[in-house]
């Protein structure tokens, strides 16, 4: 048995980790207001996508992976040996990557392929990738490293800071806030992940009261495992999301708090001013530049 790992862009899972592991990633690609469209983290990386989304006056449009990029993958790893690839992809809450990852999957011979659902997005997607990798190197088989990845993702939670509703409202990617729109004046919003679907969490006055909310919510629910990881996600604001990352980790020194950002689909969603604090059951580890995955 010889076990492969994948996913999306949606991830972000620095890019020397996924050479080192021979990660292959499928993009998500952004359509712009002048009909221009580009694949994420190919050819189109978030700080010029900050730039365009400042400009914009529509909000752009994403897509999930095309099935045939899912296709040429499955066929690659078969053709370097592979009997397994375990594919890790974005909430199907939010998109269809893990859907037109299952249709691929029915589409190859010759290789066992298992998509898994990550029900969140960003690095706590990508943790179970690294999670995977880690128990792949630990000689585990196929099954015990998928019940393990499921029990994890039930685990893992996020929280969201916007600015405001208007980009998830308008791209659909956000459940059950009717209620809170129109009237959020001086107020910010706190999202969270239920069952792979973004939600409402709370209302509060500033976004610096909206980040604190965050960070304690985020250190209770770490609080509440035996291992654990906090990863700061940090998006346009650079300046902000690095304060709070370098607070947790003066605050709370002997958790593993390790540092994100959200890439171009994701932002498109949340907009400027996104940030978001998300938490998983495992001590995942992001290897520096020159360390291999253990």
């Known amino acids: 048995m010889k076990i492969a790992v ?18 292959r990633v499928v993009p998500l690609s952004i359509t712009l207001e002048n009909g221009e469209n580009y694949k994420e983290n190919i050819s189109i990386f978030a700080d010029e996508f900050y730039d365009i989304l400042e400009k914009s006056a529509t909000i752009p449009t994403t897509s999930q992976p ?16 592979y009997t397994d690839v375990i594919t ?16 691929a999957a029915d589409m190859v011979e010759g290789i066992n392929v298992h998509p898994v659902d990550s029900k969140i997005a960003c690095l706590p997607e990508g943790a179970l990738v690294i999670r995977a ?16 990845l499921i029990e994890m993702r039930d685990h893992t939670g996020a929280f969201l800071v916007v600015d405001d509703l208007k980009n998830l409202h308008k791209s659909g990617r956000i459940t059950g806030a009717q209620a809170w729109i129109g009237n959020l004046l001086k107020m910010k919003p706190v999202l969270t992940f239920e069952d792979g679907l973004i939600v409402p969490y709370e209302k509060v006055r500033t976004k610096k009261k909206a980040l604190k909310l965050i960070e304690q919510k985020a250190i209770e629910l ?9 990863m700061v996600i940090g998006g346009d604001n ?6 709070v990352y370098e607070d947790l980790l003066e605050r709370f020194p002997e958790k593993n708090i390790i540092f994100s ?9 949340l907009g400027l001013g996104g940030f978001g604090i998300g938490v998983t059951n495992r001590d995942i580890r992001l290897p520096e530049a020159d360390e291999e995955v253990e």
Do not use: C, R, W
């Not at 994948?6 to 990660?23: A, F, R, W």
């Not at 770490?222 to 906090?230: G, L, S």
């Not at 650079?238 to 304060?243: C, G, I, R, V």
């Not at 950002?261 to 969603?269: C, D, K, L, N, Y």
């Open 6 to 23: 994948m996913t999306d862009s949606t991830s972000y899972i620095p890019q020397h980790v996924l050479e080192k592991n021979n990660i």
């Open 66 to 81: 095309a099935i045939g990029e899912m296709i040429n993958a499955y066929e690659a790893y078969k053709n370097e040996g």
């Open 88 to 103: 890790v992809h974005l909430s199907s809450g939010i998109s269809g990557a893990y859907q037109t990852a299952l249709q």
């Open 133 to 148: 990798l880690d128990l792949i190197a630990q000689g585990l088989d196929v099954q015990e490293i998928l019940a393990d």
């Open 222 to 230: 770490a609080d509440q495992f035996e291992a654990a990881t906090v």
């Open 238 to 243: 650079k300046e902000e999301s690095h304060h």
């Open 261 to 269: 950002e959200f890439g171009p689909v994701i932002s498109s969603h």
